[in-house]
């Protein structure tokens, strides 16, 4: 039944309750129709998502570093927000919550760490928290290490995840102030849901990434055949994100530290996970 909620997806709510109809019977309940997710470029690689539920029509952005997009497409689409929701403080992530906040009325979101270095926080979010969009839940999961604040946002029904700085198409956030410990077990968390769940992160880096991924696994034929598609797809101009946590668990290197062939590429057979991962880190810093 996964699957043909995933296949769906693009369907207007009115198709996916008609082909459910077709399918299950009028007695059985029919699943939600998923969150609507539009995704914006922004400055030079950011991205900006807009959720929105179909049946309440209750819309929410996601790291806005500017407004005027947004503006254009809510207008476009008639939602007005209800929340701006902000993964952490960084000026790329928050620059256009201000604007947003003025013309909607809506509310801002963000860690309770985070409360004081973001202006005008309405909502102050900690681990377990949920934000709803009508029936939709949005679960907030605290990934400490790009930030000492940063926060992830988890649509289950939806399998989506919203990492901000935390996962890139294979690559991780940089350890501004962090450790490499704290930010191992918040990947950690990440890899452990379901590998279905689509990755919408705050960057378009995976080709840099992808090219020091190959680095330290030349041996990795997903890693080869994920990079040419990517490559295809930045020539076409195309976004590579969402990816999948699946492509992410095959070819990421930060993800990878359980991996003998990467252990044995950077001489750390011995060494633990968390030590692999701050080498990796390092190396990455200096690519
Ligand atoms: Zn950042
Ligand atoms: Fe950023």
Same mark, same amino acid.
């Given at each position: ?74 207008? &476009? #689409?008639? /939602? ?12 790329? *992530? %928050?620059?256009?919550?201000? !604007? ?80 490499? &410990? #704290?930010? /191992? ?12 769940? *689509? %990755?919408?992160?705050?960057? !378009?880096?995976?080709?840099?990434n992808g090219r020091f991924a190959l680095t330290l696994e030349p041996q990795n034929s997903r890693l080869h055949q994920r990079m040419s598609q990517i490559r295809q797809q930045r020539v076409a101009g195309l976004s590579t994100i969402p990816s999948t946590l699946a492509d992410e668990l095959a070819t990421n290197p930060f993800l990878r530290t359980d991996c003998t062939e990467l252990q044995t590429q950077l001489g750390l057979q011995n060494a633990s996970e968390i030590e692999v991962f701050a080498k990796i880190r390092q190396l990455k810093d200096k690519?």
């Amino acid at each position: 039944m996964g699957m043909i909620i995933r296949k769906h997806n693009h369907y207007p709510a009115k198709d996916v309750k008609n082909y459910y109809t077709m399918i299950f019977n009028e007695s059985l309940s029919y699943p939600r129709p998923m969150l609507t997710i539009l995704q914006i470029s922004a400055l030079t690689d950011n991205y900006i998502y807009l959720l929105h539920d179909p049946e309440s029509k209750e819309t929410a952005v996601i790291d806005p570093p500017v407004a005027k997009p947004v503006l254009n497409l809510l207008n &476009e #689409q008639n /939602w007005s927000l209800k929340y701006i929701l902000n993964t952490h403080h960084h000026w790329d *992530h %928050i620059g256009g919550n201000d !604007e947003l906040k003025r013309a909607n009325r809506c509310q801002i979101a963000a860690s309770r760490y985070d409360q004081t270095r973001i202006p005008e926080v309405d909502i102050a979010l900690d681990e377990g928290d949920v934000i709803q969009l009508g029936d939709q839940q949005l679960n907030v999961f605290e990934t400490p290490g790009h930030t000492l604040g940063h926060i992830v946002f988890y649509a289950k029904e939806s399998q989506a995840l919203f990492c901000g700085d935390t996962l890139f198409g294979m690559g991780c956030g940089r350890l501004f102030e962090g450790s490499a &410990e #704290q930010m /191992w077990h918040s990947l950690l968390r990440i890899k452990l849901l379901p590998a279905e769940t *689509h %990755i919408y992160c705050a960057h !378009e880096y995976t080709e840099n990434n992808g090219r020091f991924a190959l680095t330290l696994e030349p041996q990795n034929s997903r890693l080869h055949q994920r990079m040419s598609q990517i490559r295809q797809q930045r020539v076409a101009g195309l976004s590579t994100i969402p990816s999948t946590l699946a492509d992410e668990l095959a070819t990421n290197p930060f993800l990878r530290t359980d991996c003998t062939e990467l252990q044995t590429q950077l001489g750390l057979q011995n060494a633990s996970e968390i030590e692999v991962f701050a080498k990796i880190r390092q190396l990455k810093d200096k690519f």
